[in-house]
């Protein structure tokens, strides 16, 4: 089994721009979450999807923010324009329905 | 969102040593998980636990599901340089599906 697969494993982009992060979950799984990772704020849960359907966006910081997941082996998450303070880790992950869930190696961006 | 307090923040220890560190919530959770996470890389399941009480073993660590619902607890025995990392628990309520809240991470150096 790959494991979860994040791309790009890095980003660096200028302020404005818009970014495009891609996540492949380990198959069979159901849920699928996007999490940010910071020294400030830790790992915080964005949003995440059951069945590809999104349960709950609550933690999506702005509408800047927005995740799609068309079918179950493919999510993205897109930061629309993008500012130097959504700079971080971004992670996205997969679980069955029940137990914990895997990661994927994450995506660092860095927004100029 | 839910806040997860851990400690210690961070213990450099002497290879050999056995390390303990615990995961408090004010809130009750049904499920208690722990990672670990190396630089530069996404977290690894390390424990899953479901029922208060419960003691679960993964080779030389141990984790326990408090009574109170409200904590768990890591135990790692006899440290080995490849311990070091971050270790995380988190959490999960009956009300929000598989939706897990991330604590604040204790940093685990191990001195050869």
């Known amino acids: 089994d790959a494991g979860v697969i994040q791309s790009p494993r890095h980003e660096v982009t200028e302020m404005g721009q818009e970014v495009t992060l891609r996540c492949k979950p380990i198959?069979?799984?159901?849920?699928l979450f996007w999490y940010r990772q910071t020294m400030m704020r830790g790992l915080e849960l964005l949003i995440y999807?059951?069945?590809?359907?999104?349960?709950?966006d609550s933690g999506m910081p702005e509408d800047r923010f927005s995740a799609k997941m068309p079918n179950a082996s493919f999510s993205t998450l897109k930061i629309q324009p993008s500012e130097p303070r959504d700079s971080a880790v971004y992670f996205c992950a997969s679980s069955l329905s029940s137990g914990g869930a895997d990661f994927g190696p994450g995506t660092r961006l860095t927004v100029l | 969102g839910q806040q997860l307090n851990q400690s210690p923040q961070s213990m450099f220890i002497q290879e050999g040593e056995d390390v303990s560190m615990n995961c408090t919530s004010s809130?009750?959770?049904?499920?208690w998980l722990w990672y670990k996470q190396e630089p530069g890389e996404g977290p690894v399941l390390l424990i899953a636990?479901?029922?208060?009480?419960e003691l679960t073993s993964n080779g030389r660590l141990t984790a326990q599901f408090g009574i109170t619902r409200k904590d768990s607890f890591l135990n790692i025995s006899a440290s080995i340089p490849s311990d070091v990392g971050i270790y995380f628990c988190a959490g999960s309520k009956r009300n929000t599906g598989n939706q897990f809240y991330f604590g604040t991470g204790t940093s685990l150096t191990v001195i050869p």
């Open positions: 809130s009750i959770f049904n499920t």
């Open positions: 999807f059951n069945n590809n359907v999104p349960i709950d």
């Open positions: 198959s069979g799984h159901d849920y």
């Open positions: 636990l479901y029922k208060a009480g």
